[in-house]
């Protein structure tokens, strides 16, 4: 227990004491750091452009001795900017670890390197297991290159860290993320009314529509998020910006908001442009890999239930594209994206075997 322990903590503090935010090249260190652990077993390692680059991506891949590929993600890049481990590096107290990216996801780099050290040692009865080491998936808006390597494999395996009650995450909701702009034409609000067109007026409208799509449909959330219109309080605004985040675990969800988002208006003398800033499908549960990890959690001792998540990931890729996937599977943690980001080690050696069993399904 204590080695497993020592060895996690030692390369998850190699990880976290690496600055890497998105869109930083420093990436490849991280995708480095892990083949050089599993070079030892014999693993071949493969660098995969990204055409958002500049870092790439990496395989590494172990050969085995059966049937169908199995896939590992995680993502390199973390939410905080250069400087941040100078700050506040990596930190262990007790039986909890602290640092930038601990969660989201370097602890799970680290647990998914550590099962293929597990299942190195056994039967391999896989032809080949992969770790897919993704660059930037906190800014990426569209699948990661690298992600072709889990085209057709038997199994996805994704080690975002399990919910704060050591749930795995059985399904992720996809979203559709907008930025809309609207130009009307200013004029005085007062001396020059009638010749202007109000583009707040219009995005009043647009705003309850948008958010209106979610009718009859449960499992659909539809929130403008930001709103900005207008420069000064005596002048009619002659524009407006909003921006949407849609999101559902059912497709026809997404791709009705898709068909509606610029079907509003018209309003008159006031155009809409809608940007892109990316659309995620919905990763959907599958029901055997589900199962089977509950059942093997249990026998490993394990609290483990199912989460569906609100929250995208590169599952939602491989899902998507119609592997069965599983995510959740790095160590418990909790709040992500904050100062106070934590993962827990009592569970990280059982969550090892589990991963082990899975990918040995
Ligand atoms: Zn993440």
Redesign the pocket.
């Given at each position: 227990m204590a080695r497993v322990i020592e060895t996690f903590c030692d390369r998850l503090q190699q990880l976290v004491d690496i600055d890497t935010p998105s869109g930083g090249v420093e990436q490849e260190r991280v995708a480095e750091l892990l083949a050089g652990w599993l070079a030892p077993l014999g693993c071949r390692t493969e660098w995969v452009e990204e055409p958002d680059g500049p870092a790439r991506s990496m395989v590494i891949a172990l050969p085995g001795s059966g049937r169908g590929v199995v896939a590992l993600l995680g993502?390199t890049d973390t939410v905080f900017p250069a400087g941040t481990v100078a700050a506040r590096p990596f930190r262990r107290e007790g039986i909890r670890c602290f640092g930038p990216g601990v969660a989201?996801?370097k602890g799970g780099l680290v647990l998914a390197a550590m099962a293929m050290e597990t299942c190195a040692a056994r039967q391999r009865p896989f032809q080949e297991l992969r770790l897919l080491v993704c660059a930037d998936?906190?800014v990426r808006l569209r699948a990661p290159a690298v992600s072709v390597h889990a085209a057709g494999a038997r199994a996805a395996l994704v080690f975002?860290c399990a919910r704060e009650n050591g749930d795995v995450v059985s399904a992720r909701k996809g979203a559709v993320w907008r930025t809309m702009e609207l130009t009307g034409r200013s004029a005085h609000a007062g001396a020059d009314t009638a010749r202007g067109r109000s583009a707040v007026s219009a995005l009043a409208h647009e705003i309850l529509r948008i958010e209106g799509l979610t009718e009859g449909r449960p499992d659909m959330t539809s929130v403008v998020t930001t709103v900005a219109g207008g420069t000064a309080a005596n002048t009619m605004p002659g524009d407006a910006r909003a921006t949407l985040d849609i999101r559902s675990s059912a497709p026809a969800d997404l791709e009705h908001a898709l068909a509606q988002l610029g079907a509003g208006g018209p309003y008159d003398g006031v155009t809409i442009e809608i940007i892109d800033r990316g659309t995620w499908p919905p990763m959907p549960r599958d029901e055997r890999l589900t199962r089977v990890a509950l059942e093997h959690a249990r026998e490993l001792g394990l609290t483990v239930g199912e989460q569906l998540s609100g929250g995208v990931?590169d599952g939602c890729w491989t899902g998507a594209d119609g592997v069965p996937t599983l995510d959740g599977l790095g160590p418990v943690g909790a709040l992500?994206h904050t100062e106070a980001e934590w993962i827990e080690l009592e569970t990280v050696e059982r969550r090892v075997q589990l991963a082990a069993r899975l990918i040995e399904l």
């Open positions: 993502h989201d996801m998936e906190e975002e990931s992500d």
